[in-house]
């Protein structure tokens, strides 16, 4: 049988669709969907990811700001900068683009940002509703795959689901996720000894490591779902996700591609929970 590609395109693309009518409901309230988006430094990828989501913004007609500070801003200035964004009445969602430069601690930035206005799922207070399973705000990445696996109808219950990556922006969530979903979950990283052992137990597989093609068809047990969450600019300017494509499309029954599969969904996610977090705060205002 062959290998089923996980459309990530055409999925966002409809999701985003969904998100028109309650956007006009706001609308019809005299109120518009705000993100604000901060960029720390002149990192030429977030740059690019940063256009995207603005240029998402403006097709959901959703309200953007893209702050924009210098790579050494003090970081006194920019918690100012998001204490005037959280009191915002305009802006909903408050984005933190990562990487922040090094010498900044990041856990006091994202810290700062108003728990309901935390669009991208990172604050503790927002993590720690997840962890216990009633989350207000999910990290996108992992809630775009977990959409993906909902419309293709690949359950996670009883499946047992590996993680490669323990990141808090995609390792984390997503194994609590699947967990959630009645998966039996092991964690791994790039420096799992015998990191292919544990990938062949995998019913579902999702590599959120950061290392193109880390994980090739060897590793893969045969007909397991595969979801790629990795982007890597490689040396001769291509694109490569976290697993060797050709490879492992040969053994999986499902599988994303990169780029059309994750990174689609990502975004559609943040739009979701802009227009989420409007409607939550619209209704705390005025008594919904």
């Known amino acids: 049988m062959p290998t089923h590609i996980l459309d990530g395109r055409a999925l966002s693309r409809a999701l985003r669709a969904r998100l028109t009518p309650r956007v006009e409901a706001l609308a019809a309230k005299g109120v518009r969907p705000g993100l604000a988006v901060l960029q720390v430094g002149s990192d030429p990828a977030s740059g690019i990811y940063v256009r995207n989501k603005v240029k998402a913004c403006t097709e959901a007609r959703i309200e953007s700001a893209h702050v924009e500070l210098p790579g050494d801003a003090d970081e006194g200035d920019i918690l100012e900068r998001i204490r005037a964004l959280n009191s915002d009445r305009r802006v909903h969602g408050i984005l933190v683009q990562l990487p922040l430069p090094p010498r900044l601690a990041a856990d006091r930035i ?3 940002v108003d728990p309901s206005k935390d669009v991208d799922g990172f ?3 927002n993590v720690g509703l997840l962890t216990i399973g009633i989350p207000r705000f999910v990290p996108c990445t992992p809630l775009g795959v977990m959409r993906l696996l909902a419309h293709e109808n690949i359950r996670a219950e009883g499946r047992h689901a590996v993680v490669v990556g323990r990141s808090n922006i995609v390792g984390k969530p997503m194994a609590l996720l699947l967990l959630q979903k009645g998966a039996t979950v092991t964690i791994c990283n790039s420096k799992t000894p015998d990191l292919g052992d544990m990938t062949r137990q995998a019913e ?3 590599v959120a490591a950061g ?10 047990r045969p007909g397991a779902v595969v979801i790629d969450v990795g982007i890597n600019r490689l040396p001769d300017g291509t694109v490569a996700g976290d697993v060797d494509f050709e490879s492992v499309s040969q053994a999986a029954s499902h599988i994303t591609p990169v780029p059309g599969g994750v990174g689609p969904m990502t975004i559609a996610m943040l739009l979701e929970n802009t227009v989420l977090a409007c409607e939550r705060l619209f209704d705390a205002r005025h008594g919904g």
């Open 204 to 206: 579902i597989l999702v």
């Open 110 to 112: 994202l810290g700062a």
């Open 123 to 125: 604050h503790p207070f």
């Open 211 to 220: 290392r193109p093609k880390l994980v090739t068809a060897g590793m893969v």
